[in-house]
């Protein structure tokens, strides 16, 4: 499904059970841009009054959850083995995933421990795989959901506020500036999370 077809989809179809039920897919092991879902939610609540942006924002976050519980609770009871499996089979490269994303999330969470399942969540190509490797070293669900629910929150607020801004100052123009910002946004996510890690190191170098 090519994503401007879909954005006009959601302009017409979205509720908040559906933003839901998208964003816990994209929290999954089928993953796919959440740019397509929340900027048009924003979009329509600032434009149309049918939503509204918090709800659109906690709709979100709420779906986000629920996908990483669900990968959570698979890495953690199928544990490695069948985890690489999949990732290697016909249905794990359909699903979009492959052994060197799951290395790739793992090497990440391996870095930088409990904090990496918030800063995962703002990585592109690791946000929707940062919760395998915390299934995978059995990290406490209650730190699990936390810092899920941070990350995933900040991502989506950051998201909807680019859709609410579209909709406010460029009416009409959703697929262009989503396709313009979306890319300009991932870079100041990636600066903010390396500075925040940096910020992170020297805090626990500075008291060992």
């Not at 959570?72 to 359909?94: D, K, N, T």
Request: hydrophobic share 50%; aromatic share 12%.
């Amino acid at each position: 499904m090519q994503s401007i077809p879909f954005i006009a989809w959601c302009l017409e179809h979205l509720t908040y059970w559906v933003i839901t039920l998208l964003m816990a897919i994209e929290s999954s092991f089928i993953p796919f841009p959440s740019e397509i879902v929340v900027p048009p939610a924003a979009y329509k609540a600032a434009t149309t009054g049918e939503l509204n942006i918090i709800l659109v924002i906690l709709s979100a976050s709420l779906g986000a959850c629920i996908g990483a519980l669900l990968n959570y609770y698979l890495a953690r009871y199928l544990g490695r083995p069948l985890v690489y499996r999949f990732a290697e089979s016909r249905l794990g490269h359909i699903c979009l995933i492959d052994r060197a994303k799951v290395e790739q999330a793992e090497r990440y969470f391996d870095r930088h421990g409990a904090a990496g399942t918030f800063f995962g969540r703002l990585v592109p190509a690791v946000r929707q795989l940062i919760s395998i490797p915390a299934g995978l070293a059995r990290m406490s669900l209650g730190r699990f959901l936390l810092y899920t629910t941070l990350g995933a929150s900040l991502w989506n607020s950051i998201l909807a506020a680019m859709g609410w801004y579209i909709g406010r100052h460029y009416s009409g123009q959703l697929e262009e500036k989503v396709a313009q910002y979306s890319s300009e946004l991932k870079v100041v996510i990636l600066a903010l999370a390396a500075a925040a890690l940096l910020y992170l190191l020297y805090k626990g170098a500075k008291k060992s």
